[in-house]
């Protein structure tokens, strides 16, 4: 599965492989077991030859929580084991006694009921990650973009950008705990208002020399960003496990993350996406699609037949259980 981009082949990714060898190519295109067509996007692999599959490309998902204190040794493991990104995310602070329910478990508390935990800011940590690494991606997964000014954070994704020479992906989402909004003296209503104009607003700043955007949420007119990030502009993926998040990501997205939804509700979530893309006049095929899966057998086959672009695993602890987990799910899958 390896290629240059993507560094040595690994336990894990040969895992990957064997899974997607019971995967049909027809029409020029890999069909999975829904029988719907999975494109990648973005920079994009030659179709496989007879006898060969595409390649995976397999992430790490929130990898500052996991290792909140060594990021450069954490990164350059992950990227000597052939990882192809690690995805962040973000609390500036989470309220004690919180009452806002958390829509990714059913008890509606994240971290397992914890309210007190390492949650070191996505782009610092990031920070050190791209300086111990050259190929690995660098995403946030999510960042809550309506709580942040989308001029400093268009600044501060683009000075990274251009220090890790093009290699972040800016994960978004419309946040879900009100309390902290609170606390930060930003409006919860109208959060996703502003997350399509941060967006918005965020592309002008990257790609126009003379920046100008004019909104109810954000307003600015002939302004410099420098430096300009190395990719025009940075891809920005949705994320969200809502009809509507689908619809956001097809409408603006560069992808979509639909986090904590259950595999069989998948299909029809990435179909609307992409459905609104094209209601949008844009390439809905285009729209790459990551999803994270339990690093067992079962999970990452159900993910997999489900039509994604990207797998994301939890990502363990310390460096050195990255390759236990790899070797430890090559050997149940090879």
């Not at 692999?45 to 390649?55: H, Q, R, S």
């Not at 978004?172 to 009100?178: A, S, Y």
């Not at 941060?198 to 002939?222: E, N």
């Not at 430096?227 to 603006?252: L, M, N, T, Y």
Request: hydrophobic share 40%.
């Amino acid at each position: 599965m390896a290629d240059e981009a993507n560094g040595p082949s690994s336990p894990l990714q040969s895992a990957i492989c064997n899974l997607q060898s019971a995967i049909r190519y027809s029409d020029g295109q890999w069909a999975r077991g829904n029988g719907q067509p999975a494109r990648a996007s973005g920079t994009r692999n030659p179709a496989p030859g007879p006898g060969t599959v595409p390649p995976m490309k397999t992430g790490l998902m929130y990898a500052n929580w996991a290792a909140p204190d060594n990021a450069g040794a954490y990164a350059a493991r992950a990227e000597a084991l052939g990882f192809e990104s690690l995805w962040t995310v973000e609390h500036v602070v989470v309220p004690k006694g919180y009452q806002s329910t958390y829509p990714y478990s059913r008890s509606g508390r994240m971290a397992g009921g914890a309210e007190d935990f390492p949650s070191p800011d996505p782009l610092i940590w990031l920070s050190f990650a791209a300086a111990a690494t050259t190929r690995i991606r660098l995403a946030t997964g999510i960042l809550i973009l309506p709580q942040r000014n989308p001029l400093v954070l268009a600044k501060e994704v683009a000075t990274l950008d251009r220090l890790s020479g093009g290699r972040v992906t800016l994960g978004v989402g419309v946040g879900w705990l009100e309390e902290e909004f609170k606390a930060l003296g930003v409006a919860f209503a109208g959060r996703g208002e502003r997350t399509d104009e941060y967006v918005a607003a965020m592309r002008a700043l990257w790609t126009q020399d003379l920046a100008s955007f004019s909104g109810p949420t954000v307003s600015f007119r002939d302004v410099y960003l420098r430096p300009a990030p190395v990719q025009q502009p940075v891809p920005i993926v949705i994320g969200g496990h809502s009809e509507r998040a689908a619809q956001r990501a097809g409408r603006i997205g560069d992808g979509f993350f639909p986090a904590g939804v259950q595999v069989d509700a998948l299909p029809a979530l990435v179909a609307s996406a992409r459905a609104w893309a094209e209601r949008s006049g844009r390439d809905p095929q285009a729209l790459e699609i990551t999803m994270g899966a339990k690093p067992t057998p079962e999970s990452v086959a159900q993910v997999l037949a489900a039509g994604i672009d990207r797998l994301v695993l939890p990502a363990p602890p310390n460096p050195e259980d990255l390759e236990t987990m790899a070797g430890a799910l090559g050997g149940l899958l090879g």
